[in-house]
């Protein structure tokens, strides 16, 4: 099961993750994600203490993230379990997401 919301703050988006990011259930979060492109963000918070497992597809809404939404955009992703932390730094994604 896959579960997320996203609420944007004056530019300041928060992304709550839950359960599951996997291949099936990635293009309804980057659907939603691509909705604040064009928009003036600054910061994409993924809270994913909830979020179990990240396939490879799940990565690429961060990337998407990071990519399309402005080079200026700070991408932090906050409560991160081991599973998740370890998928995040084999795959470099580190080098532009701020674990905090």
């Known amino acids: 099961m896959f ?15 839950k359960g599951r990011l996997d291949a099936t259930v990635a293009p309804q979060l980057h659907e939603e994600m691509a909705k604040l492109q064009g928009g003036d963000i ?7 203490k909830e979020l179990e497992y ?3 597809a799940g990565l690429r809404v961060i990337i998407f993230a990071k990519q399309k939404l402005g080079a200026d955009t700070q991408i932090f992703m906050k ?7 370890q998928v ?5 994604c580190d080098n532009f997401v701020t674990i905090i």
């Open 3 to 17: 579960d997320f919301k996203v609420t944007n703050n004056a530019g300041e988006v928060d992304v709550e993750l």
């Open 42 to 48: 600054k910061k994409v918070t993924f809270d994913v």
């Open 54 to 56: 990240i396939a490879s």
């Open 79 to 85: 409560d991160v379990n081991e599973d998740v932390k």
């Open 88 to 92: 995040i730094e084999m795959t470099g």
